[in-house]
């Protein structure tokens, strides 16, 4: 019996361990609470949270053990670094939408191929001083800087029209402060957001920022008398959200867009500069970065937005500049000659339309071929291109739709200033209506509405206009921000791959004239005489079918992007909801490693 009773007290003793074991083991697998599972599972990755307003995304972030980082207030969302565990947790919350954090990169384009024949560092480093055509002496600094000229926007400042009044908002790399450049009392106000900080701009270690700031709105002059950039008297805001190599990521950038949004009456801000750029991954209206971009448009800034640096190819139109209500400016090149505009062309970088909603895009180019700007010679890219650099005047040679798109802001600057009610899409319907585009021999198009939009940017045309009611029409942005409607332009592919535009009136520039727009050597002159029927009304936009929505568990950045197989017809879906007909693709690089243009 005794042995009977020591067995039973063995067993009973053996489960009751077997039980406190198991529920010790229980404990570890299954924290108590949503912080001890954030505490074990470690920080993770950096996602942005979305949800009704920020508070509520405050308080899910809050409830799975998780510290807003950010408040993205103006798309209802923070920023937090999440676990998987978290990631799934607020994943099957309804209402709340999680992206993870994503790379941008900036859209402009170094010389490394080529850096001692530049003649620009030619003529500095022999202390030559060129003549132009007529044999007026020079100063090297005026040669290959003629894009205020290009655009017009020399005889404006010499009538009075610089800008003054008007403040610009730069969101890229921070500001080096060039004495040259007169930014003194001019530059209002500056915050660093890199990493979630809110401290003011110190510097620029990159040096991208510098260079379409002082494009934009430098205060520098020739010995000639003639500034050297577009609105030279224009205040500015700068915000900092890339990093010293000239990484930036989503959530920073839309923290530097809540910021200028939030204070865009204290300092005045009217128009927003946006040289970067990152693939689309979703439709325009379900990117994050989008909505903050649609958010300030509607708050009354104009949005410039550079193409990005991917063309020729088709359908490569970079987010933010995907956006159908901003102004995304392609890239012209002067072809290294100028003061000779017979051979001017479109630079074969230059992102093409249309968008993968069927939007022309660009909207115009400007130009952004070996654009000579300010840039300290201590940052990244004076260093990793040392043959762009001129170091006796602290100015750097670069390509990219990032020059073209701050050529852009300025010269909205100096329609702002010259006419302060215009709104945003007044701004856009006038820069369209005034654009020249580029034309053949036959006054035929030399490029396609899909690689020059409505053509060179034209500030005089531009500043005179009295367009009205030609751009964003049939868009409703308030019902995009609130998702009771989304919008496709009017292009669309025939069945030999032609994109053409449907539904214009007057002169269709079909697939004759498309194919015809292909030819990137041609250096077709920009023909100021001719212009389209119409031409600008391809601005339209067409409602969407309001059942279709995305599959809120998808995760966007994990590289995935558009299938550009698909045909572009409003009757044909683009994308299946379980993402079965996404490609991967490899990350974004920061820069495009070739040469000017």
Not at 18 to 39: C, E, F, S, T, Y
Not at 62 to 91: D, T, Y
Not at 581 to 592: C, L, R
Request: charged share 10%.
């Amino acid at each position: 019996m005794r042995t009977r009773q020591l067995l039973l007290s063995n067993l009973v003793a053996l489960a009751a361990t077997v039980a406190m074991n198991a529920a010790v083991q229980a404990a570890a697998l299954a924290p108590a609470d949503a912080a001890d599972h954030g505490r074990i599972a470690g920080s993770g990755a950096r996602y942005i949270i979305q949800a009704a307003t920020p508070n509520a995304a405050d308080r899910d972030v809050a409830r799975v053990g998780a510290k807003s980082e950010q408040s993205l207030a103006i798309i209802n969302a923070v920023s937090a670094h999440l676990n998987p565990w978290q990631v799934a947790r607020l994943r099957e919350t309804a209402g709340v939408r999680v992206f993870q954090d994503r790379s941008l990169k900036t859209q402009g384009l170094l010389s490394l191929l080529s850096p001692v024949t530049s003649p620009v560092v030619a003529i500095t480093s022999s202390l030559q001083t060129p003549k132009d055509g007529q044999g007026m002496l020079l100063p090297s600094l005026l040669y290959q800087t003629n894009y205020p000229a290009l655009v017009g926007a020399d005889s404006l400042q010499k009538a009075g029209t610089t800008g003054k009044g008007v403040t610009i908002a730069v969101l890229d790399s921070g500001l080096w402060n060039d004495p040259s450049q007169n930014y003194g009392s001019r530059l209002l106000a500056s915050i660093d957001v890199l990493n979630g900080g809110s401290g003011p701009v110190r510097a620029d270690p990159y040096g991208h920022g510098t260079h379409v700031t002082s494009i934009a709105a430098g205060g520098a002059m020739n010995l000639a008398g003639s500034y050297l950039s577009i609105a030279p008297q224009a205040n500015l805001v700068v915000v900092r959200a890339f990093d010293g190599t000239g990484a930036g990521r989503y959530a920073d950038v839309i923290a530097g867009l809540n910021w200028i949004v939030a204070n865009r009456t204290k300092y005045k801000i009217r128009v927003l500069n946006l040289s970067f750029g990152a693939a689309p991954e979703s439709y325009y209206w379900d990117d994050p970065l989008n909505q903050a971009v649609m958010a300030a448009w509607r708050a009354g800034i104009v949005v410039v937005a550079a193409a990005g640096n991917e063309g020729p190819t088709a359908m490569t139109i970079d987010a933010p500049g995907n956006v159908p209500y901003v102004i995304t400016t392609g890239a012209l090149t002067d072809n290294n000659t100028p003061y000779n505009l017979s051979d001017d062309r479109l630079a074969s970088f230059s992102s093409t339309g249309p968008t993968y909603e069927g939007f022309v895009k660009p909207e115009l180019v400007a130009p952004g071929g070996h654009i000579v700007a300010s840039m300290s010679s201590n940052s990244y890219l004076a260093n990793i291109d040392p043959g762009s650099m001129l170091l006796t005047e602290q100015m750097f040679t670069m390509s990219g739709t990032s020059m073209a798109a701050a050529v852009t802001t300025g010269v909205v600057a100096l329609m702002l200033q010259s006419d302060p009610a215009l709104t945003p899409d007044a701004v856009k319907c006038r820069l369209l209506a005034s654009s020249r585009p580029a034309v053949t021999p036959k006054n035929t198009l030399a490029y396609s509405v899909f690689q020059q939009g409505a053509g060179l940017l034209n500030a005089v045309s531009a500043v005179n206009s009295s367009a009205t009611g030609c751009a964003n029409v049939g868009l409703d942005i308030n019902a995009d921000l609130a998702g009771t409607a989304h919008f496709g332009g009017p292009a669309n592919q025939d069945a030999k791959g032609n994109y053409y535009i449907m539904n214009m009136t007057g002169s269709t520039w079909g697939a004759p004239q498309v194919a015809d727009g292909y030819t990137w050597s041609a250096g077709y002159a920009w023909n100021q005489g001719y212009n389209w029927s119409e031409g600008y009304l391809w601005s339209q936009g067409y409602t969407w079918n309001k059942g279709y929505t995305w599959n809120k568990g998808y995760t966007w950045n994990k590289g995935y992007t558009w299938n550009k197989g698909y045909t572009w017809n409003k009757s044909v879906p683009w994308w299946n909801s379980t993402g079965s007909t996404a490609v991967a693709t490899t990350p974004a690089s920061i820069e495009n490693w070739v040469p000017n243009q």
